[in-house]
T-cell receptor, first 111, second 116 residues
Framework: SQQGEEDPQALSIQEGENATMNCSYK?????LQWYRQNSGRGLVHLIL?????REKHSGRLRVTLDTSKKSSSLLITASRAADTASYFC???????????FGAGTILRVKS | DTAVSQTPKYLVTQMGNDKSIKCEQN?????MYWYKQDSKKFLKIMFS???????INETVPNRFSPKSPDKAHLNLHINSLELGDSAVYFC???????????????FGPGTRLTVL
């Protein structure tokens, strides 16, 4: 069954605003990863957070992980039109043998 | 210098035909994957290979047969194509780390398969 579920399904914001996407999952994990997919392209890895980490930053991205609530959030600060894409969370199970992807959040940044 | 490449990018074919999609990675990774992304953008793993050995086979019809001639290549052959096989197929690779965990996966550009 699907592991990660994201919300919102779609998000539309103005350039310069912050965008927050949430991901929930069901079972124990080794790590949680966020990916971006531009229309018609493959997925690009953004950031990985391990189960023993609570927060991680990469440029304008900030990811949090709450293993007690089995949830994660991705914050994109000072969004740009180029951030328009679908964002997926993916969890690596405790056996380390596969990633399970959520349904994704479609982000639209209007200029 | 493309990290993960797939061919073809588009594939349009009739029901009942047999087709293959090829994938190559030049990252030196030991694990490769095939994913299917449906029209609702839901991405589901189909197979994974580690050092040419099948690790995951996720309830995929046996009309789908992956083949890994070496650890840099993972091809996908599909027999007797059906309408429901229409989707975008992504190849990916990663390197197995300590305690069998994996870090980021690198994805190919995808193959859009349309079955008529």
């Amino acid at each position: 069954s699907q592991q990660g579920e994201e919300d919102p399904q779609a998000l539309s914001i103005q350039e310069g605003e912050n965008a927050t996407m949430n991901c929930s999952y069901k079972t124990s994990i080794n790590n949680l990863q966020w990916y971006r997919q531009n229309s018609g392209r493959g997925l690009v890895h953004l950031i990985l957070i391990r189960s023993n980490e609570r927060e991680k930053h990469s440029g304008r991205l900030r990811v949090t992980l709450d293993t007690s609530k089995k949830s994660s959030s991705l914050l994109i600060t000072a969004s740009r039109a180029a951030d328009t894409a679908s964002y997926f969370c993916a969890t690596e199970n405790q056996y380390g043998n596969k990633l399970v992807f959520g349904a994704g959040t479609i982000l639209r940044v209007k200029s | 210098d493309t990290a993960v490449s797939q061919t073809p990018k588009y594939l349009v074919t009739q029901m009942g035909n047999d087709k293959s999609i090829k994938c190559e990675q030049n990252l030196g990774h030991d694990t490769m994957y095939w994913y299917k992304q449906d029209s609702k953008k839901f991405l589901k793993i189909m197979f994974s290979y580690n050092n040419k050995e099948l690790i995951i086979n996720e309830t995929v019809p046996n009309r789908f047969s992956p083949k890994s001639p070496d650890k840099a290549h993972l091809n996908l052959h599909i027999n007797s194509l059906e309408l429901g096989d229409s989707a975008v197929y992504f190849c990916a690779s990663s390197q197995e780390g300590l305690l069998r965990t994996h870090n980021e996966q690198f994805f190919g550009p995808g193959t859009r398969l349309t079955v008529l």
